[in-house]
């Protein structure tokens, strides 16, 4: 089944524990991506991806980090965490950087304490 | 990219058709319009997109006005799992960033 697992789902942590959020898709994407979801804020990217080793800045990427060294995983990282990163975590993928065809993942529900 | 208004909710009858309107007033020639769904912080799902023709798939029909700055999606034949956030985004072809979703639209479906 064409899917975009992550992991985990949920995740309570503390101020400055370094995280890792996986994202991994099955669907051989080349194109990645990266969405943080607020109230009242709607979705918003973090940080994109377009192929292994190429990666750009999304709206909101202060306090995040990325890497694509496979073409099927695009872990995001939170070296210090903040209650600020308190949110809902999508990863996404497509075959073409266009949005049409994304598929998004089930979501990470984060809470820094 | 051209933003987009949308209502805040509506509700539609299960088994009728559900009209949601997008007006996009500032889209530029080379913008594509696309809808997504969200049920209940689900990660969004694809229904459909289109640049100045209708567009009819499996899932919801397109209709682009003549001017191209509104649009309206329609559920043929709405269930209770069509009750969801409908965002319109409009945004140029292989922008790989600045995705805008908006606040989108709470489609509530009532038996």
């Known amino acids: 089944e064409a899917q975009v697992t992550q992991n985990p789902r949920y995740l309570i942590t503390v101020t400055g524990k370094k995280l890792t959020v996986t994202c991994s898709q099955n669907?051989?994407?080349?194109?990645m991506s990266w969405y943080r979801q607020d109230p009242g804020l709607g979705l918003r990217q973090i940080y994109y991806?377009?192929?292994?080793?190429?990666?750009d800045k999304g709206d909101v990427p202060e306090g995040y980090k990325v890497s694509r060294k496979e073409k099927r995983n695009f872990p995001l990282i939170l070296e210090s965490p903040s209650p600020n990163q308190t949110s809902l975590y999508f990863c996404?993928?497509?075959?073409?950087?266009?949005?049409?065809?994304?598929?998004f993942g089930p979501g990470t529900r984060l809470t820094v304490t | 990219d051209a933003k987009t208004t949308q209502p805040t909710s509506m509700d539609c009858a299960e088994g009728r058709a559900a009209n949601l309107p997008c007006n996009h007033s500032?889209?530029?020639?080379?913008?594509?319009v696309y809808w997504y769904r969200q049920i209940h912080s689900q990660g969004p799902q694809y229904i459909i997109h289109?640049?100045?023709n209708n567009e009819t798939n499996e899932m919801a029909s397109l209709i682009i006005t003549e001017d191209r700055k509104s649009s309206t999606l329609i559920l043929p034949h709405a269930t209770l799992r069509d009750t969801a956030v409908y965002y319109c985004?409009?945004?140029?072809?292989?922008?790989?960033?600045?995705?805008?979703f908006g606040s989108g639209t709470k489609l509530n479906v009532k038996p």
């Open positions: 991806s377009m192929n292994v080793e190429v990666t």
């Open positions: 669907m051989n994407h080349e194109y």
């Open positions: 985004i409009v945004r140029p072809p292989y922008n790989f960033n600045k995705f805008y």
């Open positions: 996404a993928s497509s075959l073409y950087p266009d949005l049409y065809e994304q598929y």
């Open positions: 500032t889209i530029s020639g080379n913008e594509y």
């Open positions: 289109g640049l100045k």
